[in-house]
């Protein structure tokens, strides 16, 4: 599905890079960790506007298509995202940056970072879907704007 009149935009790679920017401790897993949320994203979202996002990429693995449903899973939530940013930084060999720094803290950081990465590139059209769909915490998350120092912070 091809959205008529907008160029492919990697959001999933636009989150890597962010990720790498302003946490570079774990540049090791930014493309690990970005698609693991992409995959929890499209996961919840209804497959209309899940096939929107996929139509926006230039190499679409076969993983990310199978996460759609014709419904989305209302179900996922923000805390969701945490839980998977968490385990996937975890379970990395690297995994000592959880310890270095309190995990739980990290987590969010890195949560919070990818999915305003994900939202800054799409479409105006397609924000607004994302927005009336999701709920309001996680599309709050979503939009909420951060300068480069609290980033760092």
């Not at 309190?102 to 990818?114: A, C, N, P």
Request: glycine residues 4%.
């Amino acid at each position: 599905m091809k959205i008529p009149g907008v160029e492919k935009t990697d959001w999933i790679e636009n989150a890597s890079l962010s990720l790498s920017r302003y946490v570079p401790q774990i540049t090791f897993c930014s493309t690990e960790v970005s698609e693991k949320l992409a995959e929890l994203l499209l996961r919840r979202l209804p497959a209309q506007i899940g096939d929107q996002l996929l139509a926006l990429l230039v190499d679409v693995p076969n993983d990310l298509r199978s996460c759609l449903t014709p419904n989305g899973d209302p179900s996922i939530g923000y805390p969701d995202f945490l839980e998977r940013s968490y385990e996937t930084l975890a379970i990395r060999p690297e995994a000592s940056v959880m310890q270095d720094h309190k995990g739980e803290e990290l987590s969010r950081k890195v949560t919070d970072i990818i999915l305003r990465s994900f939202m800054e590139v799409l479409p105006e059209q397609l924000k607004i879907q994302l927005v009336e769909t999701l709920p309001s915490e996680l599309h709050h998350k979503m939009t909420q704007k951060k300068t480069e120092q609290q980033h760092a912070a």
